[in-house]
């Protein structure tokens, strides 16, 4: 059924040639522990709502370090895309010599159901891709392990390869930002790259996507759902059988389900490590939603973009111009910690160090990328408020776990980081926005926030 699709003898491409560095040094030391993946989908008729779990727990310190320096390389190819420059970070990362050990991910697993009949695959999320793919057998050049068994395309009586000539062929560039290539069987074949270096190539293909009820019976269906089907899969997937796309182009998930059923938004609430989230495509739950206009950004239209007006600690501005802020700025699912242009950065540091003295806590080494914290004094401290804010008014009221990270057994530290310049891209992260409500409506160009969101 398989054929040699000859992307060896292609050679890399320039995206992998700008990471292939980063992705050596970081490729097997994340080590971080799976949690159980109890899934909870259902389908009503104003949406699909899918569980959402957060999957890493910071049971080792070595382990968090790591997802840091991995965290930081995803940030450099995001820069990259828009135009910047990669680097090679200089923190001091501990490489295990030991090629082949079991390697886990941090962020964020749904399951979806694929094929005829539907067997069901834990997949990771992403704002910040496009392409949905899984692993399938045979796994010509390699499949890392994964939760369950790898899907078999040949079990499917709906899975078609996609030809050479169709045009969804020509749109993989926009959505992996590699062109297409092309077996001598006329088969479509795709390269996913990503921030950390890893990547996915395989053939591209149509089948049935199912969402599971609550119950466990079929919920809504959608025929022809085009998804890459991974022979040569290395890299950060931890034990996932793929990753699902969310960003804006014609190939990602929630652009296909809302050519269908015109589903014009998608929501989430991402949870803490003891928590469940939730993943809406459609309608969001009545929630009172404060909105931002969604940007596009020409270098990189596929992003989400918005506006960054200003941040407050205890409801007191920070001491810089607003034309500081004036960077593009992105929302992210995958990046873990709030970049910020360096001045702004310092002004907040500023204030929260000022802010922490006081309440006399005393201050702890830096640790890799985060270099503000503190020894906590006993398990909780009290922390300054803080808010980020958008242009409209909207705004992330951050909670103390969304403003410092435990790193070690009695220090926490601040979880923002300098871009390490006074423009560069800000990035709103992964862990300032567990807990809130977040919305995506693309018909409307906004995006909006509600606080306590996972309730």
Known sequence: ??????????????????????????????????????????????????????????????????????????????????GGSITISKSSVSIPLNPGAPIEIGNYYIKLGLGTPTKYYTMIFDTGSALTWLQCQPCKIYCHPQIGPIFNPSSSSTYKFVPCDAPVCNDLESATLNAPSCTTSNICSYEATYGDGSYSIGYLNRDMLTFETGRGTKGLTFAEYIYGCGQDTQGLFGKSAGLVGMARNKLSMFSQLSSKYGMSMFSYCLPTSTSTGTFTIGPSASKTYVFTPMITDPRDPSLYFLRLTGITVDGIPLKVSPLLYRTSTIIDSGTVITRLPIRVYEALQEAFVKNMISKRYKQAPSYSILDTCFKANGKSMTLPEISIIFSGGARLKLGADNIVIQVEDGIKCLAFASNGATDGISIIGNRQQETSAVVYDVTNSRIGFAARGCN
């Open 1 to 82: 059924m398989f054929e040699d699709i000859g992307w060896k003898s292609s050679g890399p491409r320039v995206v992998r040639e700008m990471v292939l560095v980063l992705f050596l040094v970081l490729y097997f030391s994340l080590t971080t522990t799976t949690q159980s993946l109890e899934e909870n989908i259902h389908n009503e008729f104003q949406g699909i709502h899918l569980t959402l779990h957060h999957v890493h727990g910071l049971n080792s310190s070595t382990a968090f370090f790591d997802i840091l320096a991995r965290d930081q390389v995803r940030v450099q190819a995001l820069e990259y895309r828009l």
